[in-house]
């Protein structure tokens, strides 16, 4: 069976950076459109990040100049780096994946992914 595994979560300042990384493991990496989301404590998962096969991105508007979504195909994984952190950035974040295509107006929506990582969690103090 197929999984994600989510690294690179932690504390930092507000103002820092992080760098998540997520391995695909034998899953067939190449037919997957990849993404990145988070839940907040109270609050629903929400879409952070997204790439498709051919590398096209979505990303949230509250991320956008501060997140970027890259991927490695030949080490089948997915990264997230993450600058500039602010508090509301604080969250768990998930890995996922979608066999399936993903039209693009449902690229950042959870409902799209079909198999997820556990997460690993983000902390930014202001």
């Known amino acids: 069976q197929g999984q994600l595994a989510e690294s690179g979560g932690g504390s930092v300042q507000a103002g820092g950076s992080l760098r998540l990384s997520c391995a695909v493991v034998?899953?067939?990496?190449?037919?997957?459109?990849m993404g990145w989301f988070r839940q907040a404590p109270g609050l629903e998962r929400e879409g952070v990040a997204t790439?498709?096969?051919?590398?096209?991105?979505w990303y949230a508007d509250s991320v956008k100049g501060r997140f970027t979504i890259s991927k490695d195909d030949a080490k089948s994984s997915v990264y997230l780096e993450m600058n500039n952190l602010k508090p509301d950035d604080t969250g768990v974040y998930y890995c996922?994946?979608?066999?399936?295509?993903?039209?693009?107006?449902?690229?950042?929506?959870?409902?799209?992914?079909?198999?997820w990582g556990r997460g690993t969690v983000v902390s930014v103090s202001s």
């Open positions: 034998r899953y067939n990496y190449n037919a997957y459109c």
């Open positions: 790439i498709n096969r051919v590398g096209l991105t």
């Open positions: 996922a994946a979608s066999r399936s295509m993903v039209m693009a107006n449902d690229m950042l929506s959870p409902g799209s992914y079909a198999f």
